[in-house]
């Protein structure tokens, strides 16, 4: 058996949160057949059209799902931290149908599709978890629909800036709001649908209004509530609190 | 690929600090064309245009590139 990955505990107490995991369930999860892999900052993990044969696990570093449009422009779609999963659907899905590719240096756990299969249908608890956890990628996705599709960029920007903040600090990997943004300007433009040029000079305005402060990619959010406000966010969709009633 | 800076000057002065690599410096021109383009879009929704901003391009050495008004990077039809 291989050494276990700390994140792997992370991993587990995060969809343990969700919904009640017994004993068994705990270590069929942090034992769950792997093998390990580093990828360079920028390397892809899975290629839309692939045929997965693996789920991924993120154990450190950041990723993002993404999509290309027939014209090349490039969209992404979520941004993943260490302790998610990258492509939990490719574990009942035959074709994957967006790209994964990591931010930055990156280690990953693959999972074998059927062995991810097997313990989500053979322990419900299991099943349950994960059912919550790609429920709430969607939620997640909803929501950054609504962001591109509907608001302006300076919300767009200031709203990602909130989820970070929050994602990260779920995650262990913030503290009070000041994080190490984990993407250049290009892959920010990319997520919130605008051009590069454009999120700097959103970002120079919201440090104008002191909202933000920025220090090469460390990022400071002075006014919380302001840029909330300016954002349209509303922190419910990422589901941090929601421990789901037992089965 | 070379890095190009792009400096938005508008209500705010926008001083790019990380810029991005693009093959060239016409795509450089264009990046900077359609970035002014998408800007003046944003103040069409508020009811006001101001074709005096402009987006200034520097290269790594802190050249100018470019140094595109916002008049430059549309038509105007006057009917």
Same mark, same amino acid.
């Given at each position: ?6 994140? @792997?505990?992370?991993?587990? +107490? #995060?969809?343990?949160? +969700? ?6 369930? #705990? #270590? ?7 093998? %390990? ?24 570093? @950041? ?57 989500? %249908? ?18 997640? @996705? ?7 599709? +509907? ?9 990602? %800036?909130?989820? @970070? ?15 190490? $943004? ?20 959103? $970002? ?22 302001? %840029? ?20 | ?6 400096? /938005? ?27 002014? &383009? ?5 103040? /069409? ?8 901003? &402009? ?23 006057? /009917?």
């Amino acid at each position: 058996m291989p050494d276990l990955h700390p994140t @792997f505990d992370g991993m587990v +107490r #995060r969809l343990e949160r +969700r919904s009640p995991l017994g004993e068994d369930d #705990r #270590r069929a999860l942090k034992h769950v057949q792997h093998s %390990l892999r580093r990828v360079p900052a920028g390397g892809h993990i899975i290629r839309d059209g692939d045929r997965p044969e693996y789920c991924s696990l993120l154990l450190s570093g @950041f990723a993002y799902r993404y999509k290309i449009t027939g014209e090349g422009a490039r969209q992404i779609i979520s941004i993943h931290m260490a302790g998610e999963f990258l492509d939990l659907q490719n574990g009942f899905l035959q074709l994957a149908d967006h790209s994964v590719q990591t931010l930055t240096e990156a280690e990953i756990a693959l999972i074998p599709s059927q062995v991810i299969e097997e313990l989500a %249908l053979t322990r419900p608890a299991i099943g349950r978890t994960l059912w919550i956890d790609t429920l709430i990628d969607a939620s997640i @996705f909803r929501e950054w629909v609504v962001n591109v599709g +509907r608001r302006d960029s300076r919300a767009r920007v200031a709203h990602i %800036l909130c989820e @970070f903040s929050l994602r990260l600090e779920a995650a262990g990997l913030a503290k009070g709001h000041t994080y190490e $943004l984990p993407m250049t300007q290009e892959q920010l433009a990319d997520a919130v649908g605008l051009t590069s040029v454009h999120v700097n000079r959103v $970002l120079k305005q919201l440090g104008e209004q002191g909202l933000i402060s920025r220090d090469k990619r460390r990022l400071v959010i002075e006014d919380w509530a302001r %840029l909330r406000d300016v954002g349209d966010f509303n922190e419910r969709y990422l589901h941090h609190d929601a421990t789901a009633m037992a089965a | 690929m070379p890095r190009f800076f792009f400096n /938005v000057y508008d209500t705010i002065d926008a001083l790019d600090d990380e810029g991005f690599c693009l093959p060239d410096a016409a795509a450089a021109r264009r990046e900077a064309l359609l970035s002014a &383009r998408a800007l003046i879009c944003e103040q /069409v929704k508020l009811g006001t245009i101001n074709l005096s901003y &402009r987006i200034e391009v520097l290269d790594e050495s802190g050249n100018t590139v470019l140094d595109l008004p916002y008049s430059a990077a549309v038509d105007i039809v006057d /009917v």
